[in-house]
């Protein structure tokens, strides 16, 4: 409160016409000087400018009494140095702020354009290189406002940019005033160089902290409505009320509607955040006949582009999945001490990431996770990472379904290793179950999503979707090969399969299919009877 206090006493101070000339003159300079010493640990660049310019105003202001000229002229040098060096302090900072292209802000481009031509104003003297450097400062300034309307809304950017563009404006009132017969001490105008280096020092000390209050945002909308108040009345001249009445005007319908659209992509991003919900929600584990997380993974990278669309990948290193592709940014995700998820972005993000963003989705991830591991248990056989019989029994009616709906054949294939007895005689149980785990992982690989992989009561068969028998045996046939290629130590020949095809028909019914398996296995028994490693059609 005790800020806003000061604004209201240095305004009266300010439009009292007895007190004018005295606020000009000490008020003004020492505002500087305030606003220049809070922003000089905070904005060293910054608060220099305000320094310097400070101490130029206050020389001045010292130097009348002391038999210094009191026109700025050339013989003036010594009075001028510190306005060039507060110049140069604050091109530097505009120059150090990041900006974005012109858009909107052009339509501040006529207050430049004005200081231009009373740049050229020969009456001025030393004076015009200062208007021609507020040009430049002006035009440094309007990218650097551009975020307000491409991004976040800045709401202490707003205030700082507002208070440059009061002293600005100052300074170009001033020298059309000066040129059309001087500059009288005390006009109203220099309450926008007072309030310009306050509301300047208020915004930059609290600019990059957290989210700027309304107030600021508020004053930022009253220093754009001070500045045509204070200047629409006489004596200011017609153009500088004009111009006044335009930069007032263009600015604080560009703040309203800066507002606005951070009102809008408020609104986006509280319904992002809904969808991003939902999403998780939805979340849950898919067994394949892989029992890979790669659905889960996929779900999840779905949800998390509700809130960062430059995600393209998803991965949990322990379980090797991945889904999408890496990229050179990426973030974590907290999933346990012994796993580690990484989510890959195209871009770093553009916005800052949503507080409870990434620990709700790793958490989510997590849980979904853990069931595809129970899921895994429960439903396959520990051995082989087929499906049991309450996988099949799971899964069989799914199969079913989608053949009724496509009209599509499924058929069955009994599969057996050729002398597997002597192998566990010979060589042992634990190399007879690494060949049961390389079968495993050999049929896992060769069917599709909608085939089933099973083992059950000791035997291992397969449903093919969408294949007749003829289809059926060429897969085994590449089943058959990939396995014979398997070199299992310390058995010194060839691993071999023998299997037996029925159905290649749309089951009408489940009895249909368990009367294909059982073909299926009258066929692999003449597989064996006829001197197995080979494929017999029932």
Do not use: C
């Not at 060096?85 to 339509?107: H, M, S």
């Amino acid at each position: 409160m005790a800020f806003y206090g000061l604004l209201a006493l240095l305004a009266g101070l300010a439009l009292f016409p007895p007190t004018a000339p005295w606020s000009e003159r000490f008020l003004t300079p020492l505002v500087a000087l305030g606003a220049g010493a809070y922003l000089f640990r905070k904005a060293p660049p910054w608060g220099l400018g305000l320094l310097f310019w400070g101490l130029g105003d206050l020389g001045w202001t010292l130097g009348e009494p002391l038999g210094f000229p009191g026109e700025r002229s050339a013989q003036a040098l010594l009075l001028e140095f510190p306005y060039l060096l507060g110049y140069l302090a604050l091109t530097w900072a505009l120059l150090k702020t990041p900006g974005k292209p012109l858009r909107l802000t052009l339509l501040l481009l006529p207050l430049g354009l004005w200081g231009l031509l009373q740049a050229l104003q020969g009456a001025l003297g030393v004076d015009r290189l200062y208007i021609a450097w507020d040009a430049l400062l002006l035009l440094l300034l309007l990218p650097r406002l551009e975020p307000l309307f491409q991004g976040r809304f800045l709401g202490d950017r707003a205030l700082w940019g507002v208070g440059f563009l009061l002293i600005l404006f100052a300074d170009l009132a001033y020298a059309h005033l000066e040129a059309q017969g001087g500059y009288p001490v005390g006009h109203p105008v220099h309450l926008l160089w007072t309030w310009g280096y306050l509301l300047l020092a208020l915004g930059v000390g609290a600019e990059g902290k957290e989210e700027a209050p309304f107030a600021h945002q508020a004053l930022a909308l009253l220093g754009l409505f001070l500045l045509p108040a204070i200047l629409l009345a006489e004596p200011t001249p017609l153009g500088v009320r004009l111009f006044a009445l335009y930069g007032g005007a263009v600015g604080g319908l560009g703040l309203l509607f800066a507002l606005y659209l951070e009102r809008r992509r408020t609104e986006e991003k509280n319904r992002r955040w809904t969808r991003f919900l939902e999403a998780l929600a939805r979340l849950s584990p898919r067994v394949t006949q892989t029992l890979s997380p790669e659905a889960v993974l996929t779900e999840a990278l779905q949800a998390a582009r509700e809130l960062l669309p430059q995600a393209v990948g998803l991965e949990v290193r322990a379980r090797r999945g991945l889904v999408g592709r890496r990229a050179p940014h990426f973030l974590s995700l907290p999933l346990n001490h012994k796993e580690e998820a990484w989510l890959y972005l195209e871009a770093p993000p553009e916005e800052e990431i949503p507080p409870g963003f990434l620990v709700l989705l790793g958490e989510r991830l997590r849980q979904v996770l853990k069931q595809v591991e129970w899921g895994t248990l429960a439903l396959t056989d520990p051995l082989t990472g087929l499906l049991n019989r309450r996988g099949l029994e799971a899964e069989l009616p799914k199969l079913l379904a989608l053949s009724r709906r496509y009209r599509a054949p499924v058929s069955a294939v009994m599969l057996d290793i050729d002398r597997f007895k002597r192998v566990n005689d010979t060589y042992g149980h634990p190399v007879g179950d690494e060949v049961l785990r390389r079968l495993g992982r050999i049929l896992q690989e060769s069917v599709r999503k909608e085939d089933l992989a099973v083992r059950y009561g000791g035997e291992e068969f397969l449903l093919l979707y969408g294949a007749d028998r003829q289809a059926a045996k060429e897969v085994v046939e590449r089943i058959r090969a990939r396995f014979r290629a398997e070199k299992v130590e310390p058995i010194p020949y060839p691993l071999t399969l023998s299997a037996g095809v029925a159905g290649g028909e749309m089951p009408e019914e489940r009895e249909a299919l368990e009367a294909w398996i059982l073909q299926a296995d009258y066929a692999l028994l003449r597989a064996k009877e006829t001197g197995r490693d080979r494929v017999t059609l029932a």
